[in-house]
């Protein structure tokens, strides 16, 4: 009903003064987002600030250079840069079985004949870049990929998902698995570098270029899958729960912890390496976990993937997708320090992608603005939303947002049952903030704050 009634108003019948204005009644510096959509999310920008030491150089000047301008929007915003003309948008699982052009290939080819052919990957990856114009396209593959090179073989059964075999259930089980090096990779994964670089290749003379992104599953995930196996969906985590709570299972669960990051690193440096721009780390089964639970199982695992990648000495942006980040971030510091003092101190992940349970303006609270954050819609507004709603969603999402980088994102993939027509909507609604008025001031404020540091 509310969300309703504020869209009727429509942009236009907002002037700058009512969505944004200076507080009068507390600090000089204090701004409040005054857009209705924004309810609960309003903050001073001075509290936030006066909790920061040095600024990364890139938001000191309010101008964008020529050079800046050619970098993909998303690549900009992942360095920090705030003076994009607006968020950029991506959405995870964008490429699927809601789209025609996907379905002329699931119907005919299985899920691996599709993953693992470059030149059908390249296609799959593309569709939704061609479609809808979003700021990204992500590879098409699965986290379960790199794991036959692994010794862990998995097909995605229609109606039934991912199965994994044989699975983990023994120390037998697990000695047969063999930890992925680089070689390895480049041996047994060669379509992924071939997507890669042919996707590099086909991306480098568009303008706007989008960013090419790689991906692939935090350790817990992916052990979790393995644990799982053919249960999948099914079993919903019962295994690896088991696994959790006895003594000889936590051993167990540790040492397949260990292998998989091990494992990540080294795909990770091969992704970099084929020509990925960005990596975005899912942790899709994190929701399974309590937060005392996470803070053992997920994130320092998570943290030795992201130390091992920047020990192997590549810097691109690594994104972190915390399905389950809702109720957990405060754990989460541990991985994605709320004070970041200068961009050395930063363990290494620069962005953290949040499910659409979370409350994206106290993550904005939490983080601070040097917090590059992404997310976080619900998915089904994007299935079953009319275009008010989704406008709105989008619109509150930026509002919460603000004060720091953002970037446009669902709080989990695209749903199977998304009209095509609703997509295009969405990245539509988010290409054109950047001519709302309501919006530009929005970008503004934000500009002068980082201008006055
Ligand atoms: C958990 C997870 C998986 N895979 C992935 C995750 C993390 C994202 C999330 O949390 O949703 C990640 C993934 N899977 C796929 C991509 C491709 C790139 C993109 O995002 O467009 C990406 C990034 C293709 C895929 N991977 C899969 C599909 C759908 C099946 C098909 O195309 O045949 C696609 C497009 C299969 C898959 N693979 C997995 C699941 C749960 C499924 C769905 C099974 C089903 O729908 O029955 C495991």
Same mark, same amino acid.
Request: proline share 5%.
């Given at each position: 009903?509310f969300l309703c009634?504020?869209?009727?108003?429509?942009?236009?019948? &907002?002037?700058s003064?009512? &969505?944004?204005?200076?507080s009068e009644a507390?600090n000089e510096?204090?701004?409040?987002?005054?857009?209705p959509?924004?309810?609960g999310?309003s903050?001073r920008?001075?509290?936030l600030?006066?909790?920061l030491?040095?600024?990364?150089?890139?938001? #000191?000047?309010?101008?964008?250079?020529?050079?800046?301008?050619?970098?993909?929007l998303?690549?900009? %915003?992942?360095?920090?840069?705030v003076?994009?003309?607006?968020?950029?948008?991506?959405?995870m699982r964008q490429?699927? #079985?809601?789209?025609?052009?996907?379905?002329?290939?699931?119907?005919r080819?299985a899920?691996?004949?599709r993953?693992?052919?470059?030149?059908?990957?390249?296609? @799959?990856?593309?569709?939704?870049w061609r479609?809808?114009?979003?700021?990204?396209?992500?590879?098409?593959?699965?986290?379960?990929?790199?794991? +036959?090179?692994m010794?862990?073989?998995?097909?995605?059964? +229609?109606g039934?998902?991912?199965?994994i075999?044989p699975?983990?259930?023994?120390?037998e089980?697990?000695?047969?698995i063999? +930890?992925?090096?680089?070689?390895?990779?480049?041996?047994a994964?060669p379509f992924v570098g071939a997507?890669l670089?042919?996707?590099?290749?086909?991306?480098?003379?568009?303008?706007? #270029?989008?960013?090419?992104?790689?991906f692939?599953?935090?350790p817990?995930?992916?052990a979790?899958y393995?644990?799982d196996g053919?249960?999948g969906?099914?079993?919903a985590?019962?295994?690896?729960?088991? /696994?959790?709570?006895?003594?000889?299972g936590?051993?167990?669960?540790?040492r397949?912890?260990?292998?998989m990051?091990?494992?990540?690193?080294?795909y990770?440096?091969y992704?970099?390496?084929?020509?990925a721009?960005?990596i975005?780390?899912?942790d899709?089964?994190?929701? =399974?976990?309590p937060?005392e639970?996470y803070r053992?199982?997920s994130l320092?695992?998570?943290?030795?993937? %992201?130390?091992?990648?920047?020990?192997?000495?590549?810097?691109?942006p690594l994104?972190?997708?915390?399905?389950?980040? !809702?109720g957990?971030l405060?754990?989460?510091? /541990? %991985?994605f320090?709320?004070?970041?003092i200068?961009?050395?101190?930063? +363990?290494? @992940?620069?962005?953290?992608?949040?499910?659409w349970?979370t409350s /994206?303006?106290?993550? #904005?609270r939490?983080y601070?603005p040097?917090?590059? @954050?992404q997310?976080?819609?619900?998915p089904?507004?994007?299935?079953f939303?009319?275009?008010?709603t989704?406008?709105?969603?989008?619109?509150?999402?930026v509002?919460?947002a603000?004060g720091?980088?953002h970037?446009?994102?669902?709080?989990?993939?695209?749903?199977q049952?998304?009209?095509?027509?609703?997509v295009?909507y969405? !990245?539509?609604h %988010?290409?054109? =903030?950047?001519s709302?008025?309501?919006?530009?001031d929005?970008?503004a404020a =934000?500009?002068?704050k980082?201008?006055?540091?």
């Open positions: 009903m009634s504020i869209t009727r108003l429509g942009h236009s019948t &907002w002037t003064r009512s &969505w944004l204005r200076t507390s510096t204090g701004l409040k987002w005054l857009h959509r924004c309810a999310s903050y920008f001075s509290s600030y006066a909790s030491g040095t600024q990364r150089d890139d938001s #000191r000047s309010t101008e964008a250079s020529a050079a800046e301008n050619e970098q993909p998303l690549l900009r %915003v992942l360095r920090g840069d003076r994009v003309p607006r968020p950029p948008v991506w959405l490429a699927g #079985r809601y789209m025609s052009a996907f379905r002329s290939y699931s119907d080819y899920f691996r004949e993953a693992e052919n470059p030149e059908i990957a390249v296609e @799959l990856s593309l569709q939704p479609a809808f114009g979003v700021d990204a396209v992500i590879m098409f593959a699965d986290i379960l990929t790199p794991l +036959p090179a010794g862990l073989d998995y097909q995605i059964v +229609p039934k998902g991912p199965c075999k699975s983990i259930r023994s120390m089980d697990l000695a047969r063999e +930890p992925l090096t680089i070689d390895a990779a480049e041996a994964l997507t670089t042919e996707l590099a290749r086909q991306l480098a003379t568009r303008h706007p #270029r989008p960013a090419l992104l790689g692939l599953g935090a817990f995930t992916l979790a393995a644990i053919e249960g969906r099914a079993t985590g019962r295994h690896v729960k088991r /696994m959790m709570y006895t003594a000889e936590q051993n167990l669960l540790h397949l912890l260990t292998i990051t091990e494992s990540m690193v080294a990770a440096v992704q970099a390496r084929m020509g721009e960005a975005q780390i899912f899709s089964w994190a929701h =399974l976990l937060p639970d053992e199982l320092p695992y998570i943290a030795r993937l %992201v130390q091992g990648i920047r020990a192997a000495d590549v810097q691109i994104i972190l997708f915390a399905n389950g980040s !809702c957990k405060d754990t989460l510091e /541990m %991985v320090p709320r004070r970041i200068s961009t050395t101190d930063a +363990p290494g @992940l620069d962005a953290l992608g949040l499910d349970k /994206m303006a106290e993550a #904005r939490l601070g040097q917090a590059i @954050l997310g976080n819609i619900d089904m507004v994007l299935a939303g009319e275009q008010a989704m406008a709105a969603a989008i619109d509150r999402c509002c919460s603000a720091g980088p970037i446009l994102n669902l709080g989990h993939g695209v749903m049952e998304t009209p095509e027509d609703s295009a969405f !990245c539509d %988010v290409r054109a =903030l950047a709302a008025n309501w919006y530009r929005l970008r =934000l500009i002068e980082r201008g006055m540091l």
